[in-house]
């Protein structure tokens, strides 16, 4: 950690940082003329298969090997859909890349639509972004201007478009598939898998959907070499035959009671103490932490005992989150209630459930209700293990939806309770003391909303 050297925030201090004097001047856009002339698509996939590249986006998926899915014989189109929609609770670090390097993440679009030969790009861009808006619509120009994107790029017969396509303000356009039909101007409704976009996507054709910084990534493999990423990062582990290692830097957004919060960049395996201690400045006001998300909202919790852990792709999964996600560190103080996160998280989930499997639509909205109904003094025990049982019964891990989104919603409710149950069924008690043992159904609260008047919920216990 020491001999770290920034990568993809190398140029984000410099004065104009996002335009394409400063950008050239460091060196850009000489990887991408160097490619088109020596390397082959093929080779290019190769390098950054070779280089170990897992998904930036949350999932981790190896770059190299969902390229390769791409049918190799297929007539085109093919699309590359760069992922830029950055909901997930707590993640800021495209938005950076976006502000305040979009040349890099350009070039690193390009290059991997010359790798898997897409000829059109869409960046799916969180409508919440007006400054990244602005700045990769200028870049955009400014790279067609010097020949970087359009026909026949830099006289290698290559051509590329590429197009913003802003978002609809919702978390779920942000799952790959419900931005394909977002983007065909459709709600985003996630699709089944199989088949991926790699073989079906945009308009039925074979896409990628690749996250801004995956995309950045890539430049700087090209750039350096796969040795090079290899040389960064964490090898795959001797006991565990599935892992194929978290190699690269990494981008860390450190948000919530720190002194500093903001966008890091460290080698993948740093400790998530290390993290909020050296570059996130401590927690504030000289408290101790009580709870860290270390991946964005949908991963869950880590509690306090559990901070050094290595924040690679193993490393949370083994604290039981769901796994390193987008890097989205919020760190809880030890003040800090976690019926309110509870609450925060289950209210954020309900509201963003698209609603199309049941489980998702009533298990959200249910563990929403339960939670309000604690929060407001009216809890009952069971009711901790009523919120396990839903949780663990949603999602595609459990098999019983069309997408991650209830993965997302379950997790911070499994840590949550199976780390601070304590703490939970103190307040259940400090707050119900005449009620909470009981074991019969209580009352819903009236929330307000129309069809909750209209169809009350008749539990006479
Ligand atoms: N960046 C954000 O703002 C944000 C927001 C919400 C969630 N997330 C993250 O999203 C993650 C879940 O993403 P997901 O549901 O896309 O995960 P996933 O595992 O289903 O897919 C990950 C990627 O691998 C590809 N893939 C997987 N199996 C494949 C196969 N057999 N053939 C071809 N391609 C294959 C998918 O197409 C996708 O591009 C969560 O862990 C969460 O961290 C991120
Ligand atoms: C509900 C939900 C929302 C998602 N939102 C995003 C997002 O905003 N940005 C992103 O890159 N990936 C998001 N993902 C993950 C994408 O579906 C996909 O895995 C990713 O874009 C692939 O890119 P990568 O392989 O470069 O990580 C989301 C997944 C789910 C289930
Ligand atoms: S899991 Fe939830 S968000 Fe995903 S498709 Fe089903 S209802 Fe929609």
Not at 253 to 263: A, L, R, T
Request: one cysteine or more; proline letters at 8%.
């Amino acid at each position: 950690m020491e001999s770290f050297e920034p990568v993809l925030l190398a140029n984000i201090q410099r004065p104009d940082s996002h335009t394409l004097a400063v950008y050239e001047a460091t060196g850009g856009y000489q990887t991408l003329r160097r490619a088109l002339r020596e390397l082959s698509p093929a080779q290019v996939v190769d390098e950054v298969r070779r280089s170990g590249l897992r998904g930036r986006g949350g999932a981790g998926f190896p770059t190299g090997l969902k390229w390769s899915f791409l049918p190799a014989d297929h007539p085109g189109p093919i699309y590359l859909c760069v992922n830029a929609d950055e909901s997930e609770p707590g993640t800021f670090c495209n938005r950076v890349l976006m502000e305040l390097d979009p040349h890099q993440v350009l070039e690193g679009t390009i290059l991997s639509a010359y790798a898997t030969r897409a000829t059109t790009a869409y960046i799916y861009l969180r409508y919440e972004y007006p400054l990244a808006y602005r700045r990769l619509q200028a870049a955009i120009d400014e790279a067609y201007a010097a020949g970087y994107l359009g026909r026949n790029i830099l006289g290698s017969g290559f051509s590329l478009d590429v197009y913003i396509h802003r978002g609809a303000g919702a978390y779920i356009c942000g799952e790959e598939t419900g931005l394909i039909e977002s983007i065909e101007g459709k709600r985003a409704w996630p699709r089944s898998k199989p088949p991926f976009p790699a073989v079906e996507g945009l308009f039925r054709k074979p896409t990628v959907v690749n996250n801004v910084e995956t995309l950045a990534c890539v430049k700087h493999i090209i750039e350096r070499g796969a040795d090079w990423f290899r040389s960064i990062g964490v090898p795959p582990s001797p006991d565990d035959p599935r892992d194929p290692g978290s190699f690269g830097p990494k981008l860390f957004c450190i948000s919530g009671h720190v002194n500093k919060p903001g966008c890091y960049e460290a080698p993948l395996g740093i400790s998530c103490r290390e993290l909020i201690e050296k570059f996130g400045g401590g927690v504030w006001k000289g408290r101790r932490a009580k709870a860290v998300v270390p991946g964005g909202l949908s991963t869950g919790v880590l509690s306090v005992d559990e901070l050094d852990v290595p924040m690679d792709f193993v490393g949370p999964v083994q604290k039981g989150c769901l796994g390193l996600g987008t890097g989205g560190v919020i760190v809880m103080d030890e003040t800090y209630p976690m019926i309110e996160f509870l609450h925060n998280s289950c209210r954020f989930f309900a509201h963003e459930s698209c609603g199309q499997c049941t489980p998702c639509r009533e298990g959200t909205s249910w563990a929403l209700q339960i939670v309000r109904r604690i929060k407001a003094g009216r809890g009952r025990l069971v009711d901790l293990d009523l919120l396990l049982e839903i949780a663990d019964n949603i999602g595609i891990i459990p098999g019983t939806t069309i997408c991650g989104l209830a993965d997302g919603a379950a997790w911070p409710i499994k840590t949550a309770i199976r780390k601070f149950r304590e703490e939970l069924e103190d307040y259940i008690k400090r707050t119900n003391p005449t009620g909470y043992k009981t074991r019969r159904p209580v009352p819903a609260l009236d929330n307000g909303s129309p069809s909750h008047k209209e169809s009350p919920v008749s539990f006479q216990g």
